[in-house]
């Protein structure tokens, strides 16, 4: 559910139409609605409410955005971060230290030293070179960091290959037959309080199963340790849940999963960690576009819109399915093909798709845009970085503003060597 609706057959975000944020910013523009985003988080977290101990974390990088994290965070929702930029924007939206959980694969040790001197709350450990150097840095500055190894569990998430994780080939985490190793070698070092266990197996999961089956791994493996003697008290059950892009195709819900992971943990005895991000805030936007030309194509007409791959990067990236509905829709239906300005046949929105009519200056919106969204956009073909706003009732303000082509050229230098 969402706060996307027509009124009197104008699509609103809340209570404001498309078409006066059209007017007061332009387009293309991502859209997100409050509302939607604190209802997210409110049934995510009502899933889980049979879990006794547990701490969530908002995996940031499906929308950064400060504004955004600043709802979640009033939500008590800490961030899930895989960079040093990502540590900075929790901490300027105002999440505590100690509600960030720091994952990513490559973290370099100026990044984990800014993280600890943050006060970061739990590194996931991606390999045992990672822990020792966590461990000499902490040390050096007196400090102990939290830390959990971050297992890959072997389970296809059976989704799309360029967002699954938990395979044996990915690049994450550590084959889980080696975890009892590097446990017994990490958890002599000062510095270092290596306190559990955590996997991610991917994306966009419509299937519980294989999550299902990744926990039961992890619960035989948290049995092993405690029976070698370490103490283990958190495990990291990562995020992926999926949305629905497509208006008949339902993932589980926040409900489904969180019985589950009720099923799948019972008897742990640690503190359960979550880190969704898609299915908090992929609903919770649009991306808001105007048609520039209607162009007659050999087969199909081509909506050209003034939204690109650079502006929305999933189609391109995922071949994903993106809803485009007109903001003010006449009725009249047509098959066409929906694509941007970016000089690339890969900037394709959609093919042979029965969308409504639109016409040259009409405004549109590509729907479940929130997650993944903003967040990729790129300049390419030197357009602008595309702005966010956020709606809150009937009013909305702009949160990211739209980087112009100057201000980036402006960064740029011709040097000395080039002027003579
Ligand atoms: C990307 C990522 C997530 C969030 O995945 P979603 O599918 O958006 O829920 C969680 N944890 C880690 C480690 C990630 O890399």
Known sequence: MDHFAYRNGVLHAEDVPMSAIAEAVGTPVYVYSRAT??????VFREGLQRIGRKHIAFAIKANPNIAVLRVLARQGYGADVVSGGEVKRALAAGMPGEDIVFSGVGKTRIELREALEAGVGQFNL???EEGVALAEIAASMGKTADAVLRVNPDVDAGTHAKISTGKKENKFGVPI????GIFARLSTLPGLNLRGIAAHIGSQIFDLGPIEAAYGKLGDLVHTLRAVGHTIDRVDLGGGLGVPYERDKVPPSPADY???VERATRGWDVTLYFEPGRVIVGNAGVLLTRVIWVKPGAIRPFIIVDAAMNDLARPAMYDAWHDFEAVAPTGERIVANIAGPVCESGDT???EREIDVVKSGDLAVFRTAGAYGATMAS????RALVPE???DGDKFAVVADRILPEAIIAAERVPDFLND
């Not at 985003?37 to 409110?42: G, P, S, T, V």
């Not at 037959?177 to 009892?180: L, Q, S, T």
């Not at 300049?379 to 030197?382: C, E, G, I, Q, R």
């Open 37 to 42: 985003l604190e209802r997210h988080a409110n």
């Open 389 to 391: 706003v956020m709606v």
């Open 177 to 180: 037959g080696d975890a009892p």
């Open 349 to 351: 929105f959609a093919m």
């Open 258 to 260: 969180g019985a589950m």
């Open 126 to 128: 991606e390999l045992e």
């Open 379 to 382: 300049t390419y073909n030197s």
